[in-house]
């Protein structure tokens, strides 16, 4: 063997070896094996995580990444830090308090899986897994048909057929009359009573009915077995909400409330005879609130509050019938895409929240608008996804609160009634030590990767010049 094709054999050794050495730690297979891996949840309050895991090296890092199945403005994966003694054989567990993070809604799905790193470098993901965030407390039965999935546990099976039937009516009815659908089942959990709902989330409002939750595609109403005509009109009222969710969100826009409770007391189908006397009372002395001052939260107090109520129904229902379902759904995507209530009406209708108003009132016989009026303070929208609190959790805010009916007042009981914002419980101060906020990508991972090509290439590159020049010299030595 001549010695340039020595020369070229050990340069050829050398850029396999090179080569070599950069991807064996890339293609390492892991023999970190799952020995148990579940989920037990204390209803309400918290969710337990708990693994064990084996390997071939000692185990140094395990990482729990989870959370829940809902509309976000971008991906939304909290991350939480256990305690490892390290070893081959490692046990791990997580709490998930809810007190801390916020209550999810009944029905919530979540999921999970674990990062497990080894002493060798040798990372390892199990696969993910789900459980259903629910009481099993009650037998609980289902109804399914008609992109609806109704949950329920009390008042016998025509009950139940009753209410899953009157929901799969409003979603036709709020497709033909609103304009909004949904492309997936929505998911309607009916409590035995307001109590039993209460006992199901955190932070409730005593008098709380009914919530809807739009991100999750999940209803929840206290419906007693006597009570069914409100449970009815309850289940279209909060059915609206999550359509008009779905087809409004994004982090972008905001939907003043006398828009989006107006369109659920149209959904429902109306007010009541009582809420319209007020409501008549009200214009005759000239004592309606103005619109402006209905875009942040209703009053609380409850003859203000369902005298709002009204007027935004009736706000809505002249929208509609004066200026047609198609112009309706036309404002809604304007909000959705960012624009403030006045260039969406303005654009849309031709007039802003003053120029409504006035013509409302006038097509009700009430004196116009006089003066002008500051609406409730709001805050910014943000562009951000949604929040995970210190706690790590994704929250799950509810999104409308209906009260319960008042059986001994049926005639004054409130149909979709006062509202209230959903309590957020105050986050601790200081971030616990075992919880992290969700993770963006990771640039540094991608950086080594780039590296390690060019590094590759470079080599590859020179030892290919080098190779062929000797191959090249030697064959002009050997004409010679």
């Known amino acids: 063997m001549t010695r340039s094709r020595i020369i070229v054999f ?122 259903l965030w629910l009481d099993s407390l009650h037998p609980w039965q289902d109804i399914t048909g008609g992109n609806i999935n109704l949950h329920y546990y009390s008042g016998g099976a025509s009950f139940g057929q009753q209410l899953h039937d009157a929901a799969a009516q409003a979603l036709v009815r709020l497709s033909q009359d609103v304009g ?56 279209a009222h909060e059915l609206t909400h999550v359509l008009v969710g779905h087809l409004t969100f994004s982090c972008l826009g905001f939907i003043p409330t006398w828009l989006n409770e107006g369109l659920a007391m149209y ?9 319209q006397a007020q ?27 369902t005298l709002s109520y009204s007027e935004a129904y009736s706000v809505v229902d002249f929208m509609i019938k004066t200026y047609s379902r198609d112009k309706m759904t036309a404002l809604l995507l304007d909000l959705r895409d960012g624009q403030t209530t006045d260039q969406a009406l303005q654009a849309v ?11 409302w009132r006038t097509s009700i016989g009430a004196k116009p608008l006089t003066g002008s009026s500051q609406p409730t303070p709001l805050p910014t929208p943000t562009v951000v996804p949604t929040f995970v609190p210190i706690s790590a959790a994704p929250v799950a805010v509810a999104e409308i609160v209906t009260p319960h009916p008042t059986p001994t007042q049926a005639a004054a009981t409130p149909v979709s009634g ?19 906020t969700p993770p963006g990508l990771n640039m540094g991972g991608i950086t080594t990767v780039l590296e390690v090509g060019l590094t590759c290439l470079v080599i590859a ?13 030697g064959q002009k030595r050997t004409r010679k």
């Open 10 to 131: 050990v340069l050829l050794l050398v850029l396999l070896a090179s080569l070599g050495g950069l991807v064996t730690p890339a293609a390492a297979q892991s023999d970190i094996q799952v020995v148990s891996d579940a989920a037990n949840q204390t209803f309400p309050d918290s969710l337990l995580f708990s693994a064990e895991f084996k390997g071939g090296t000692n185990i140094t890092s395990v990482v729990l990444e989870y959370g829940v199945n809902q509309l976000t403005c971008g991906t939304v994966e909290a991350r939480a830090f256990p305690q490892v003694t390290i070893g081959t054989d490692v046990k791990v567990t997580w709490t998930w308090q809810m007190l801390e993070s916020g209550s999810l809604p009944p029905g919530t799905t979540v999921w999970w899986h674990w990062q497990v790193t080894d002493s060798g470098g040798t990372q390892f993901t199990s696969p993910n897994k789900t459980i």
């Open 180 to 235: 909004v659908s949904t492309d997936s089942p929505v998911d309607i959990y009916i409590y035995a009573d307001s109590t039993d709902l209460q006992d199901a989330i955190l932070f409730a409002p005593t008098w709380v009915g009914g919530q809807a939750f739009p991100e999750n595609n999940i209803v929840i109403i206290g419906i007693p077995t006597d009570q069914l005509d409100w449970g009815k009109s309850t289940e």
């Open 267 to 275: 959904g429902e189908g109306g007010v009541q005879a009582a809420e």
């Open 279 to 305: 409501f008549d009372q009200a214009k005759t002395a000239n004592q309606l609130p103005s619109l402006r001052s209905l875009t942040g939260e209703f009053s609380a107090e409850a003859t203000r509050a």
């Open 349 to 359: 209708y031709g007039f802003n929240t003053d120029g409504l108003e006035n013509a």
């Open 418 to 436: 006062m509202p209230a914002a959903f309590p957020t419980p105050t986050a601790p101060s200081g971030s616990p030590p075992n919880a992290t």
């Open 461 to 473: 590159v020179l030892l290919a010049g080098l190779i062929i020049f000797l191959i090249v010299r």
